[in-house]
C-alpha cells in the first residue's frame, strides 16, 4: 500500500495500545515504525527486475520482523523503561506495527515476501488497489483527532474502531473478488474455455469494478466485473505473444520475474526490441513495470545482461472517469482492446 496508508494504520496501532501512556508520540512513533518495512526500496540490486522482485523480500519477512520486534522490545526497556505498562504490551505494539504493513501488502496485486528466506510464490491477495481511500480515511481521520485531542481517550476508542472498520472494508474487498471470479469461470464453462490462470484484481482506487484476466494459450482475456453488473462479463481477446517468452528461456532475469508475477506477464515486439509487461498491475493497456529483455541482432533476439524498466505511462484522466461511469452502468462502453494496444507503441 502506499506509504500514508502504512503510516496510518501503524499510528493507529500503537495509539490504540500505548496511547495512554505515550499519548501524541505514540502515534508518531507508530507511523515511523510502520513505514520502516518500505525503507528497502533505498537498496540497487543492480538491475530493473531485481529491484522489483527483490522489494517486499527481506523487509516484509514475518519471521525478520518478528526477531526485529523482540529486539527493539529489548532495547526499549533497557534504555527507556517505563513501567507504567508491561513488556508484554510494548512487544505486542511493536510486533503488530510491523507485522501488519506486509501482510495489508499482501492484499494488493504487487507480490509479497512473507515468508523470506522461504521462496514460494509470493503472497498475493490482490482484493484492494494499492491507493484505496476508502480504506485509509477511517484511519487518517483517528489519527487526526488523536493528534488534536492527545488521545486523552481510555481506552482509545476512536483508534479501535478506525481499525476495525478498514478492517471491515478489507473483508468486503476480498468478498468482490470472489464475486468477480466467480462469475468469470462461469462464463468460462459456458464457453468451454480451459484457463491457463485466472488473476483479478480491482480497478483503481475502488472495490467496486474489478479486472479479471485469463491466460489462455498465446492470447489473454480481460473482463471488467462490477458489484451492480446484472449481464455476464464480456471477455475481450487480446495477443499475449507468449511465443516470444521461448527466446528468454536462457534468462535468469526473465525465470525470476514469471516466479514473481505467477507467469501473468505479456510480450511485444517493439522495433527491434522485445518487451515483457507484468499484466498484473496498473490498468489495462497503462501498467507501470514494462522491461527491456531482449534486442534483435543478426536475425535472433539476444537477452540483454542488464534488464531496463521502461519509463511508465500513465492512462488519460478521461479512463478513470469511463471507469467511474462503468461501475454505476454496465452498458457503458470500455475499449479494453484498444487500451491494451497502447502497449505496442514505441517506447
Same mark, same amino acid.
Request: one cysteine or more.
Given at each position: 500500500?502506499?506509504?500514508?496508508?502504512?503510516?496510518? %494504520?501503524? @499510528?493507529? /496501532?500503537? =495509539?490504540? +495500545?500505548?496511547?495512554?501512556?505515550? &499519548?501524541?508520540?505514540a !502515534?508518531?512513533?507508530? $507511523? *515511523?515504525?510502520?513505514?520502516?518495512?518500505?525503507l528497502?526500496v533505498?537498496?540497487?540490486?543492480?538491475?530493473?527486475?531485481?529491484?522489483?522482485?527483490?522489494?517486499?523480500?527481506?523487509?516484509?519477512?514475518?519471521?525478520?520482523?518478528?526477531?526485529l520486534?523482540?529486539?527493539?522490545?529489548?532495547?526499549?526497556?533497557?534504555?527507556?523503561?517505563?513501567?507504567?505498562?508491561?513488556?508484554?504490551?510494548?512487544?505486542?505494539?511493536?510486533?503488530?506495527?510491523?507485522?501488519?504493513?506486509?501482510?495489508?501488502?499482501?492484499?494488493?496485486?504487487?507480490g509479497?515476501?512473507?515468508?523470506?528466506?522461504?521462496?514460494?510464490?509470493?503472497?498475493?491477495?490482490?482484493?484492494?488497489?494499492?491507493?484505496?481511500?476508502?480504506?485509509?480515511?477511517?484511519? %487518517?481521520? @483517528?489519527? /487526526?483527532v =488523536?493528534? +488534536?485531542?492527545?488521545?486523552?481517550? &481510555?481506552?482509545?476508542? !476512536?483508534?479501535?474502531? $478506525? *481499525?476495525?472498520?478498514s478492517?471491515?472494508?478489507?473483508?468486503?474487498?476480498?468478498t468482490?473478488?470472489?464475486?468477480?471470479?466467480?462469475?468469470?469461470?462461469?462464463?468460462?464453462?459456458?464457453?468451454?474455455?480451459?484457463?491457463?490462470?485466472?488473476?483479478?484484481?480491482?480497478?483503481p482506487?475502488?472495490?467496486?469494478?474489478?479486472?479479471?484476466?485469463?491466460?489462455?494459450?498465446?492470447?489473454?482475456?480481460?473482463?471488467?466485473v462490477?458489484?451492480?453488473?446484472?449481464?455476464?462479463?464480456?471477455?475481450?481477446?487480446?495477443?499475449r505473444?507468449?511465443?516470444?517468452?521461448?527466446?528468454l528461456?536462457?534468462?535468469?532475469?526473465?525465470?525470476?520475474?514469471?516466479?514473481?508475477?505467477?507467469?501473468?506477464?505479456?510480450?511485444?515486439?517493439?522495433g527491434e526490441?522485445? /518487451?515483457?509487461?507484468? +499484466?498484473?498491475?496498473?490498468?489495462?493497456?497503462?501498467?507501470?513495470?514494462?522491461?527491456?529483455?531482449?534486442?534483435?541482432?543478426?536475425g535472433?533476439w539476444?537477452?540483454l545482461?542488464?534488464?531496463?524498466?521502461?519509463?511508465?505511462?500513465?492512462?488519460?484522466?478521461?479512463?478513470?472517469?469511463?471507469l467511474?461511469?462503468?461501475?454505476?452502468?454496465?452498458?457503458?462502453?470500455?475499449?479494453?482492446?484498444?487500451?491494451?494496444?497502447?502497449?505496442?507503441?514505441?517506447?
Amino acid at each position: 500500500m502506499d506509504s500514508l496508508t502504512q503510516a496510518v %494504520l501503524g @499510528a493507529s /496501532i500503537q =495509539g490504540a +495500545l500505548l496511547g495512554r501512556w505515550q &499519548r501524541r508520540k505514540a !502515534l508518531l512513533y507508530g $507511523a *515511523l515504525l510502520g513505514t520502516v518495512p518500505d525503507l528497502d526500496v533505498l537498496i540497487d540490486y543492480g538491475d530493473a527486475v531485481a529491484n522489483m522482485t527483490q522489494h517486499r523480500g527481506f523487509s516484509h519477512s514475518l519471521l525478520v520482523l518478528s526477531s526485529l520486534a523482540v529486539l527493539l522490545t529489548w532495547v526499549i526497556r533497557r534504555w527507556q523503561p517505563n513501567p507504567a505498562y508491561s513488556t508484554r504490551r510494548l512487544f505486542l505494539a511493536i510486533w503488530l506495527v510491523l507485522i501488519t504493513h506486509p501482510l495489508l501488502d499482501a492484499f494488493t496485486s504487487y507480490g509479497t515476501q512473507l515468508f523470506w528466506p522461504l521462496m514460494p510464490i509470493p503472497t498475493t491477495w490482490s482484493s484492494i488497489f494499492i491507493i484505496d481511500p476508502l480504506y485509509t480515511l477511517p484511519l %487518517l481521520v @483517528a489519527v /487526526i483527532v =488523536g493528534l +488534536l485531542r492527545d488521545l486523552r481517550e &481510555r481506552p482509545q476508542w !476512536l483508534a479501535i474502531a $478506525a *481499525l476495525c472498520l478498514s478492517s471491515l472494508y478489507l473483508a468486503f474487498t476480498v468478498t468482490g473478488k470472489w464475486m468477480a471470479e466467480q462469475r468469470v469461470e462461469q462464463l468460462l464453462a459456458q464457453r468451454g474455455i480451459q484457463a491457463e490462470q485466472l488473476f483479478s484484481t480491482p480497478t483503481p482506487f475502488n472495490s467496486l469494478l474489478w479486472r479479471v484476466i485469463v491466460l489462455d494459450g498465446e492470447d489473454y482475456h480481460e473482463a471488467l466485473v462490477g458489484w451492480l453488473d446484472h449481464s455476464p462479463p464480456l471477455l475481450e481477446r487480446i495477443p499475449r505473444g507468449a511465443a516470444l517468452a521461448k527466446s528468454l528461456r536462457k534468462s535468469p532475469q526473465h525465470a525470476r520475474l514469471s516466479w514473481f508475477t505467477h507467469g501473468v506477464l505479456r510480450y511485444d515486439k517493439i522495433g527491434e526490441q522485445l /518487451i515483457v509487461t507484468d +499484466l498484473r498491475l496498473g490498468m489495462t493497456g497503462y501498467h507501470p513495470f514494462r522491461f527491456i529483455f531482449a534486442e534483435r541482432r543478426d536475425g535472433r533476439w539476444q537477452p540483454l545482461p542488464k534488464i531496463e524498466r521502461l519509463p511508465f505511462t500513465r492512462g488519460e484522466p478521461e479512463h478513470l472517469l469511463v471507469l467511474w461511469q462503468r461501475i454505476w452502468d454496465e452498458r457503458e462502453p470500455v475499449q479494453l482492446l484498444s487500451w491494451a494496444q497502447a502497449l505496442t507503441h514505441k517506447p
